[in-house]
């Protein structure tokens, strides 16, 4: 069975701390990971990533795919309090076909 | 452009009531969402629609319906709601070339 894992389920740093966030999974067909960041309501779009050992960045956001250990991170750094938010991680496992881990909390604190 | 739109936001249902759950995109998108989150348990897809005219289950559609009217809409019918379908329901559209999806605002509802 397809499966998703992050890793911690929550997570609790000071305004300027570095934290990484982790997701495993297990999918058949595997197509693209993606990370959503989900503060109130819907999720919102982060990374796409498709080949491992290649970064995206983006600010203080950066993810990397490793297809051989089938795991993916997420950093932050310089982590600020509008960064507090569930990070979703997402795998494309087949057309349509798109599996959600549980999501990490992260509450950054002033 | 409000992409991706839901209603209602919030709905209470006595157990064995029905009721629609209403999604509209505007932006041409082909396939389209229908996804359950629970405490602990991440998105779960109910049903999509690749396209106007399919639909297809995804990982727990017992219990549900869902209608792709138009391009635009798809709706997820509860024919008699279960206190078990007490969740935060999102909708979510693709385009085909694109492998960003991207979700409305949630509708929460509640059975009791």
């Known amino acids: 069975e397809d499966k998703v894992v992050q890793s911690p389920l929550s997570l609790v740093v000071h305004e300027g701390d570095t934290v990484t966030l982790n997701c495993s999974y297990e999918?058949?067909?595997?197509?693209?990971l993606l990370w959503y960041k989900q503060e109130k309501k819907a999720p919102t779009f982060l990374f796409m990533l498709?080949?491992?050992?290649i970064e995206k960045k983006s600010g203080r956001l950066s993810s990397i795919l490793d297809k051989k250990e089938l795991f993916s991170i997420l950093n932050i750094t310089a982590t600020q309090t509008g960064d507090s938010a569930i990070y979703l991680c997402a795998v494309e496992g087949g057309t349509y076909k798109y599996i959600f881990g549980t999501g990490t909390r992260l509450k950054v604190l002033a | 452009n409000a992409g991706v739109t839901q209603t209602p936001k919030f709905q209470v249902l006595k157990t064995g009531q029905s009721m629609t759950l209403q999604c509209a995109q505007d932006?041409?998108?082909?396939?389209m969402y229908w996804y359950r989150q629970d405490p602990g348990m991440g998105l779960r897809l109910i049903y999509y629609s690749a396209s106007e005219g399919t639909t297809d289950k995804g990982e727990v559609p017992n219990g549900y319906n869902v209608s792709r009217l138009n391009k635009r809409e798809f709706s997820l019918r509860l024919e008699s709601a279960a206190p078990s379908q007490t969740s935060v329901y999102f909708c979510?559209?693709?385009?085909?070339?694109?492998?960003?999806?991207?979700f409305g605002p949630g509708t929460r509802l509640t059975v009791t």
């Open positions: 498709t080949s491992s050992g």
């Open positions: 979510a559209s693709k385009h085909p070339s694109s492998y960003e999806q991207y």
């Open positions: 932006m041409n998108h082909n396939s």
């Open positions: 999918v058949t067909n595997f197509r693209s």
